[in-house]
C-alpha cells in the first residue's frame, strides 16, 4: 500500500515561511516527478513545482523566486519551501508522486494573513 504523508501546512502571515514535506512508503516503483499542486476553494488544483530523477524542476510563474522544491531519492521524501507567503497563495497543498502510478497526498492547508 502506497502512502503519502504531508506536513508543514499551517496560518502564517503574510511575508513568512513554510516548509512542508512529504514522504512516500510503500511499493512505488521507478518514481520519476515529486511535486507540489495547490487548490483554492472554487478553483481547479494548478501545479506549484515539480521536480524530476536528474534534478529538473518547473515552477509556477507566480511562485518562481519564493518557492524552492527540493527532494531525496533516497528517502522518497520531497520539501517545498515557501519564502515571502501572499495571501493569494493560501490553498490545499497536495503532493504527488509519479512512478509506475501517480500518487496523491492528503493535502495539508497553508492559509496566509494579510
Known amino acids: 500500500q502506497v502512502q503519502l504523508v504531508e506536513s508543514g501546512g499551517g496560518l502564517v502571515q503574510a511575508g513568512g515561511s513554510l516548509r512542508l514535506s512529504c514522504a512516500a512508503s510503500?511499493?512505488?516503483?521507478?518514481?520519476?516527478?515529486m511535486g507540489w499542486y495547490r487548490q483554492s476553494p472554487g478553483k481547479q488544483r494548478t501545479l506549484v513545482a515539480r521536480?524530476?530523477?536528474?534534478?529538473?524542476?518547473m515552477y509556477e510563474d507566480s511562485v518562481k523566486g519564493r518557492f524552492t522544491i527540493s527532494r531525496d531519492n533516497a528517502k522518497n521524501t520531497v520539501w517545498l519551501q515557501m519564502n515571502n507567503l501572499k495571501p493569494e497563495d493560501t490553498a490545499v497543498y497536495y503532493c504527488?508522486?509519479?512512478?509506475?502510478?501517480?500518487?496523491w497526498g492528503q493535502g495539508t492547508q497553508v492559509t496566509v494573513s494579510s
Open positions: 504527488y508522486v509519479v512512478g509506475y502510478y501517480t500518487y
Open positions: 510503500g511499493s512505488i516503483f521507478s518514481i520519476n516527478v
Open positions: 521536480m524530476t530523477n536528474d534534478g529538473s524542476t
